[in-house]
């Protein structure tokens, strides 16, 4: 019996390994696989044979790839987009969006919806998300696709054990269990994750080279977010998503935060924050709860064309960054950094008071070699790292089940 589940253990291991090799690179030959995984070439033969027999891979002759014998190309192996279907959700402040995304990452279908998140009940909010899914399940139903997982990602304070949204600046509410209301409504897995840290999921997929070890992902928007990867993995604190930079102490109290503190690095480097020194207005002023985009566009503008109030509040924001930065190099050393969203168009008129505040610091001793990089669309990578959560789910723990017909896999230990 141990020998039995030992083989089944060694099994489903290879199969892990075989299809994290073709979500990574898409399509690969079995020559490819058996490079990449370290499995046998007999091994990779056996199990991609059971995976195109479930269906779950599919062949395809690759004129690109190197030919065989006689000039025949070899066969490129890829996931197959209608073995399953997951959905990715996103919940931001006065907006919501849903994608129903094939086993292979492909979008079959997109909604979005613009809410009155601040105010809306917890119901409200809950029934919205459930809508908007129930919309994507009875399509992927008429398609035939099967739904296996729902990742549901939301801006704020998110406990992944317990799957709920424990604190966000976009709702009053607190403690809303939106993964038990999902789950009960559709008979779906669901996990909730915070938008952030999705971001930084998204980025390791896309550039594994830049962002392998060590590196964060700022959130500029309406607010200040960060997602942080160390020695490779995704940084959560014990209870609760953590990595909530924007809310780090920068001036004890100090100017007023959407968060109802005072001093956070938010309430100086925020969309709101920007608008709101930018027009001279006290520090202490009810933050804006929504700051256009083209708004912000324009501050930056007149920042660029003259030295005055516009410019000093970015100024001021590239410092509320730079110093938080700076505190957190003190203990992790520097890190690559990419700033994201709409508020990274600004990073002209950032930077340089950015690394001064670094330089100050002690995590500042080597600020000359820290590098950024600038992605002004948040949304695409927030729901890419939503696909990329559930899709592993499913790769690891659905599709690395032992398969009907057991494979000679007993030579290869993971």
Same mark, same amino acid.
């Given at each position: 019996?141990?020998a039995?589940?030992?083989?089944?253990?060694?099994?489903? #291991?290879?199969r892990r390994?075989v299809?994290g090799?073709?979500?990574? =690179? +898409?399509q690969?030959s079995?020559?490819? *696989?058996?490079?990449?995984?370290?499995?046998?070439p007999?091994t990779?033969?056996?199990i991609t044979s059971d995976?195109?027999? +479930?269906?779950?891979l599919?062949e395809q002759?690759?004129?690109?790839?190197?030919a065989?014998?006689?000039?025949?190309?070899? $066969?490129?192996?890829g *996931?197959?987009?209608?073995?399953?279907?997951i959905?990715? @959700?996103?919940l931001?402040?006065?907006?919501?969006?849903a994608?129903?995304?094939?086993?292979?990452?492909?979008i079959?279908?997109d909604r979005?919806a613009?809410?009155?998140?601040?105010?809306?009940?917890?119901r409200?909010?809950v029934?919205a998300?459930?809508?908007?899914?129930?919309?994507?399940?009875? =399509?992927?139903a008429?398609?035939?696709?099967?739904?296996l997982? %729902?990742a549901f990602?939301? #801006?704020?304070?998110t406990?992944? $054990?317990?799957?709920?949204?424990l604190?966000?600046?976009?709702?009053?509410h607190?403690?809303?269990a939106?993964?038990d209301?999902?789950?009960?409504?559709?008979?779906?897995?669901v996990?909730?994750?915070?938008?952030?840290?999705? %971001?930084?999921?998204a980025l390791q997929?896309?550039?594994?080279?830049?962002?392998?070890d060590n590196?964060?992902?700022?959130?500029l928007?309406h607010g200040?977010?960060?997602?942080l990867?160390i020695? /490779?993995?995704?940084?959560t604190g014990?209870?609760?998503?953590?990595?909530?930079?924007g809310h780090?102490?920068? @001036?004890?109290? /100090?100017?007023?935060?959407?968060?109802?503190r005072?001093?956070?690095?938010?309430?100086?480097?925020?969309?709101?924050?920007?608008?709101?020194?930018?027009?001279?207005?006290d520090?202490d002023?009810?933050?804006?709860?929504? $700051?256009?985009e083209?708004?912000?566009?324009?501050?930056? =503008?007149?920042?660029?064309?003259r030295?005055?109030?516009?410019r000093?509040?970015?100024?001021?924001?590239? +410092?509320?960054i730079?110093f938080?930065?700076?505190s957190?190099?003190?203990?992790?050393?520097?890190?690559? $950094?990419?700033?994201? /969203?709409?508020?990274?168009?600004?990073?002209?008129?950032?930077?340089?008071?950015?690394?001064?505040?670094?330089a100050?610091?002690?995590?500042?001793?080597?600020?000359a070699a820290?590098t950024?990089l600038?992605?002004p669309? +948040?949304?695409?990578?927030?729901?890419e790292g939503?696909a990329?959560?559930?899709?592993?789910y @499913?790769?690891?723990e %659905?599709?690395s089940g032992?398969?009907?017909?057991?494979s000679?896999?007993?030579?290869? @230990?993971?």
């Amino acid at each position: 019996m141990t020998a039995i589940a030992r083989s089944d253990d060694v099994r489903r #291991q290879n199969r892990r390994l075989v299809l994290g090799a073709l979500r990574d =690179h +898409e399509q690969l030959s079995r020559t490819g *696989l058996h490079r990449r995984t370290g499995l046998s070439p007999s091994t990779v033969s056996a199990i991609t044979s059971d995976l195109i027999m +479930e269906a779950i891979l599919r062949e395809q002759r690759d004129p690109d790839m190197p030919a065989t014998r006689r000039g025949r190309p070899q $066969v490129a192996l890829g *996931l197959n987009p209608d073995a399953a279907a997951i959905i990715a @959700v996103v919940l931001s402040l006065n907006s919501l969006s849903a994608s129903l995304i094939d086993y292979s990452g492909g979008i079959i279908v997109d909604r979005q919806a613009r809410l009155e998140t601040l105010g809306m009940t917890r119901r409200e909010l809950v029934a919205a998300a459930q809508a908007m899914i129930g919309e994507l399940v009875d =399509h992927s139903a008429r398609t035939g696709a099967r739904v296996l997982r %729902i990742a549901f990602a939301v #801006q704020g304070i998110t406990d992944s $054990v317990a799957r709920t949204m424990l604190w966000s600046p976009i709702s009053p509410h607190s403690d809303v269990a939106f993964a038990d209301a999902i789950e009960d409504a559709f008979g779906i897995p669901v996990t909730v994750e915070n938008d952030c840290n999705m %971001i930084a999921v998204a980025l390791q997929a896309r550039d594994s080279e830049r962002y392998r070890d060590n590196f964060i992902a700022v959130l500029l928007s309406h607010g200040i977010g960060m997602g942080l990867v160390i020695k /490779g993995d995704l940084f959560t604190g014990t209870r609760s998503s953590a990595g909530e930079f924007g809310h780090m102490n920068h @001036v004890p109290d /100090g100017a007023l935060c959407r968060c109802g503190r005072h001093g956070c690095v938010e309430a100086y480097a925020g969309s709101y924050a920007i608008w709101r020194a930018a027009l001279c207005h006290d520090p202490d002023e009810t933050p804006a709860s929504d $700051v256009p985009e083209q708004e912000i566009a324009s501050l930056a =503008h007149r920042a660029r064309e003259r030295d005055g109030p516009e410019r000093r509040a970015f100024d001021k924001a590239g +410092e509320a960054i730079g110093f938080g930065l700076g505190s957190l190099f003190a203990l992790i050393d520097p890190a690559p $950094v990419a700033f994201v /969203g709409h508020g990274a168009q600004a990073i002209d008129l950032l930077e340089d008071p950015i690394r001064r505040a670094i330089a100050k610091t002690a995590g500042g001793q080597h600020d000359a070699a820290l590098t950024f990089l600038v992605e002004p669309n +948040e949304a695409p990578l927030i729901r890419e790292g939503c696909a990329l959560r559930a899709l592993t789910y @499913v790769d690891r723990e %659905i599709f690395s089940g032992s398969p009907a017909q057991p494979s000679d896999a007993r030579q290869d @230990v993971a």
